[in-house]
Nanobody, 119 residues
Framework: QVQLVESGGGLVQTGGSLRLSCAASVRGFNPYAMGWFRQAPGKEREFVAEVIWSGHSTHYADSVKGRFAISRDNAKNMVYLQMGSLKPEDTAVYYC????????????WGQGTQVTVSS
């Protein structure tokens, strides 16, 4: 079973940038897609972005379009989330997850990485 480890979170001021990374532990990793989600205190976990592993298609939540960019490095089994123009409402624990096949739900959640945007 694949294990995911997120890193790169931290404290940043409004308008700043951060780059999150997610490493998948398994060799021969070839899911349908990888995604980033986030959960703010007192709120449900929400979708942020996903990237189709075998192509270049990406999808974003409306709240982050134009500010965040997801990318992947197939050779390294890595997924990244470049976050810019950060807002206090982006404060959350960010998780990456894998979608094994096109009809699967996201799963294999990592431990998360905290992103805090100060006003």
């Amino acid at each position: 079973q694949v294990q995911l480890v997120e890193s790169g979170g931290g404290l940043v001021q409004t308008g700043g940038s951060l780059r999150l990374s997610c490493a998948a532990s398994v060799r021969g990793f070839n899911p349908y897609a990888m995604g980033w989600f986030r959960q703010a205190p007192g709120k449900e976990r929400e979708f942020v972005a996903e990237v189709i592993w075998s192509g270049h298609s990406t999808h974003y939540a409306d709240s982050v379009k134009g500010r965040f960019a997801i990318s992947r490095d197939n050779a390294k089994n890595m997924v990244y989330l470049q976050m810019g123009s950060l807002k206090p409402e982006d404060t959350a624990v960010y998780y990456c997850a894998v979608r094994p096949r096109i009809l699967d739900d996201y799963g294999n959640w990592g431990q998360g990485t905290q992103v805090t945007v100060s006003s």
